[in-house]
Nanobody, 125 residues
């Protein structure tokens, strides 16, 4: 049984930074691509960033240059470093594990089969 546990969310002022972590267990972590998604009230869940098993990355246009996704296969953990946060980054952030390993399908939500419980990120003015 795959378990994904997010941490690191919280309240931060606009322009500030947060680092989210997602600890995975249940199957060989380094065999699968990982992604961070977010969902704001009244909006659909959207992909923020994703990383393949080999370290290739994908970012939504809205976060390029501000967010960085990384993974530590020795720790079975994926991270999302968020800098220069904006009010519109406020959302519940979810970690997800893909059924694929490579770059193909990184940006497609239908490829992600396991999800964490989410962590709230609130950016204030």
């Amino acid at each position: 049984q795959v378990q994904l546990v997010e941490s690191g969310g919280g309240l931060v002022q606009a322009g500030g930074s947060l680092r989210l972590s997602c600890a995975a267990s249940g199957r060989t972590f380094n065999n699968y691509a990982m992604g961070w998604f977010r969902q704001a009230p009244g909006k659909e869940r959207e992909l923020v960033a994703a990383i393949s098993s080999g370290g290739s990355t994908y970012y939504a246009d809205s976060v390029k240059g501000r967010f960085t996704i990384s993974r530590d296969n020795a720790k079975n953990t994926v991270y999302l470093q968020m800098n220069s946060l904006k009010l519109e980054d406020t959302a519940v952030y979810y970690c997800a594990q893909s059924r694929r390993s490579g770059y193909y399908g990184l940006s497609q939500i239908k490829e992600y089969t396991y999800w964490g419980q989410g962590t709230q990120v609130t950016v204030s003015s």
